[in-house]
Every structure is written in C-alpha cells, then in structure tokens.
C-alpha cells in the first residue's frame, strides 16, 4: 500500500484490454511524436501546427465504436503530449484545441468512449515544450542550443509545477470520473537537468489526485517507488508475470505499438501482423497483465486504414474468445504450459485456457492434466475435444502417442481452425 493510498484494482485486472490514443498537433508532422526533440524543432517552426490544426474529420464515435468492438474496455488519451499542447479548454493557457479549432477534443472523447461503454484514462505529459518556466533538459528541443543555460536563467520550475497541479485539478474535475491516471515521465539519472520527484513535486501531485479521484489507478513513472498502481513496460513483452518489492505478482500494463510510433507516422512500414498482434495480447494476459494497445490518429482526426485494419484482428478474435481473456490471469503452478502454449486461469469460474500458439498435428500433451478435466472445448465454435489419459493404438504399438504419466493428450482437428490462434477451454474437475 503506497503511502498517499492505492487505486481499485479490481476492474482494472478483470478488463485486461484498453486503447491507447496518442493524439496532438505532432499528427501534422507526421512523424512521431517525438520530432520536436529529434529536429531540435524552434517555437516558431511548431507554431505551424499550432495554426493550421484542423481535425475536420474527427468523429471520436467512430474511434469508441472501433475500441468498443476490438474487445477494448477502457481507454487512455493524451490530454497533452511533451509538446505541451492541450486536447482540451485549460484556463491555464491558450496553448490548446479550443483555441487552435474551437473544440474540446478530451470532452467529445470522454463522452463517446463512455457512451460505449469504456472507462477513461487520461495521459499527462510531466515534459512540456511549450510552457516558457519549463526547464531546458536532455528531453526538450533546445537542448543542443548553445544558450540554453541563459534561456534557463529565466526559466521558474515553480511556476511550471503549479501549472501541472492546475490542469490536473481541471481534468480531474471538469470530466467526470475518470478511472486511470498516466503520468509521462521522470528521467532522474541523465546527466543535464534530470527530472524525478523533487522536479515534479511527485509526493504534492499524488495528493492531490487522491483528494480528487481516492480511487484512481496511476501508472508508477513519478518517481516515487512504492508509489503507483501500474507497472507499465514498455514496447516490449516481458517473458515473466512482473513481481513487486514483497515478491507478489505487480498489477502490469504492457502499452505497445502498431507500428514503431506512438503519434501518427505517415511514413510507416513496420506494422505488426494479424498473428503478432493477437499473440501479444495472450502473452500479456497469461503473464497477469493488461495490454494497453495505440493508435496514432491522423490531423484530420480519423483513423487510417492501417489503424483500423489493426483493431479488426483483435475484433475477430475477441468475438469469440474474449472469455480467455475477461476476469483471466495467471494459471497457478501445478499446470505447467505445453509447448508452444500459453495459458490463462479465469480463478472464478476456474476454467483454463489453452491457447496454442502454433498448431500441432492432432495430438497435442497437457503435462501433469490427468485426472482434472472434467470437459474440453475449443472456444471460438464451442466444439469437443476429446481427451484420453495415454492414447494407445488398437492396431500397432507404433501408432500409440507417447506421452509422459500424468499427462492427458489433446485430439485436435488436423486442420488448424479459422481464427488467429485457436483456444481450448478445459473445464476443470472440482
Ligand atoms: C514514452 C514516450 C512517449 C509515449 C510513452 C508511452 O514515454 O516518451 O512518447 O507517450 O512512452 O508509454
């Protein structure tokens, strides 16, 4: 338990699945999110997409919809990004889409996500580019300019952090119940201007997010360990469940990519398969953790091909076998994992899923399962799967499969089902 108290989990571990939206004026650019830092970009060179932002096309009910139906139960959107431009009416500056195109993006989004149903997290960036008392650090555009320690000299943090504490308070109030918060990020061990809890005043901001939202699930990037709800890896798969300092299984989200960007990258070639995609939200699941999935929504605001073509591979599977995901975690331990399989335990209904990553030829051995299925099925078309403790052949010893005591061997159809990555529900003996 952190010491400024703890989020609800509970809806958090059952739901397993959000969208990530990573979405502001850096979609003009079309090159990330990033590019501000990476082209050492001048305020007068962003200024242009500060101008000529205009999402005409933005309907965020079709982006709920997309979530809604790719199996997605809450979403994360960036209210500002390290550009420091705001998606919503901040009276603290004019640096947002009010101003830029006359609409509250963060209002139409919460309320269509919510109208589907979703629950709502919002990201805020600690970094800001914009704000004029942000202190010039390794993560800002001028970083490589050589008056960077004279434009520091005028630069207050004080002034910057009651800035950061008066959008969270607005966010935090003017939107509703808002479930998630996610912090981005601290970098206290870079050698020029480092930034972690003293910069952020971490220990003030938890406060007051927990006067204002006593239940709110936050992500740990303040800093402040023993602080946060959510561990959140990055772009990457961990092999293992993620464990806390006391040795229990942490609460995890894993946020990951499409492509490689997290903002809309036009130039863009590196988009996941149907397969990878699917398979990276079982890896997640079966490790207890969340998958937090991005889109990178265009300028004019609606999801490209590529984005929606993406979300469709997890509709179709979800459709049929969310059920292995839903209210699913870890399986315990005296169920090892076949070979090329991945379990996940639903712990009140006490059914395993099996998934089988890559299809066998027919036969597939369950170690240590004898004696505890009580039924088997394959989930998507609800179909049998017989089973048999050892498989002996009526014909000739050599066409007996093999398996080891204690083990019960699978008959799967030869052909590998039509969905992305077939699963087998075991319905367990009491
Ligand atoms: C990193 C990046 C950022 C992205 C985030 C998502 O912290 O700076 O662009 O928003 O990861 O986890």
Request: hydrophobic letters at 35%.
């Amino acid at each position: 338990m952190g010491k400024f108290g703890k989020g609800d989990s509970s809806w958090f571990t059952h739901d397993r699945f959000g969208m990530f939206i990573h979405w502001g004026i850096y979609s003009m650019h079309a090159r990330g999110e990033w590019q501000g830092v990476i082209e050492n970009m001048s305020d007068e060179q962003y200024h242009n997409y500060f101008k000529y932002f205009n999402p005409d096309l933005f309907d965020a009910k079709i982006w709920a919809k997309a979530a809604r139906e790719a199996g997605m139960k809450y979403v994360v959107f960036t209210v500002k990004h390290h550009e420091g431009f705001c998606m919503y009416d901040s009276k603290f500056t004019d640096y947002k889409s009010t101003t830029a195109c006359g609409r509250d993006l963060l209002r139409e989004v919460v309320d269509a996500f919510r109208a589907e149903g979703l629950r709502i997290g919002l990201y805020y960036s600690l970094i800001d580019w914009h704000h004029p008392h942000f202190e010039i650090d390794v993560n800002h555009p001028y970083r490589e300019r050589d008056d960077r320690e004279e434009l520091n000299k005028t630069r207050n943090m004080d002034i910057y952090r009651q800035y950061m504490k008066d959008q969270i308070r607005e966010i935090l109030t003017n939107y509703g119940d808002i479930d998630i918060g996610w912090f981005d990020f601290s970098y206290p061990h870079v050698p020029y201007n480092p930034k972690g809890r003293e910069e952020w005043d971490s220990e003030g901001l938890i406060k007051l997010i927990r006067s204002l939202r006593p239940d709110i699930m936050l992500n740990n990037r303040l800093d402040l360990p023993g602080e946060g709800d959510i561990t959140t890896p990055e772009q990457n798969t961990p092999e293992d469940p993620i464990y806390d300092d006391n040795g229990n299984v942490a609460v995890w989200e894993g946020c990951q990519t499409f492509g490689g960007s997290w903002g809309y990258k036009r130039d863009e070639y590196t988009w996941k398969s149907e397969k990878q995609c699917v398979d990276m939200l079982i890896n997640h699941v079966s490790r207890g953790g969340n998958l937090l999935m991005n889109v990178g929504p265009t300028s004019r605001g609606f999801l490209d091909d590529r984005a929606l073509t993406g979300l469709g591979y997890f509709a179709k599977w979800m459709k049929y076998c969310s059920r292995s995901i839903y209210g699913c975690g870890i399986a315990p331990e005296e169920f090892p994992e076949p070979r090329d399989c991945r379990y996940t335990y639903n712990p009140e209904t006490k059914r395993l899923y099996l998934h089988v990553m890559n299809w066998p030829c027919m036969y597939l051995i369950l170690p240590n399962m004898a004696g505890k299925i009580a039924y088997a099925q394959l989930l998507h078309d609800g179909s049998e799967v017989p089973f048999k403790e050892s498989h002996p052949s009526f014909l000739h010893d050599h066409l007996a499969v093999h398996a080891p005591k204690g083990s019960v061997i699978l008959t799967l159809p030869v052909k590998k089902p039509d969905i992305t990555v077939p699963v087998v529900e075991l319905i367990l003996n009491d």
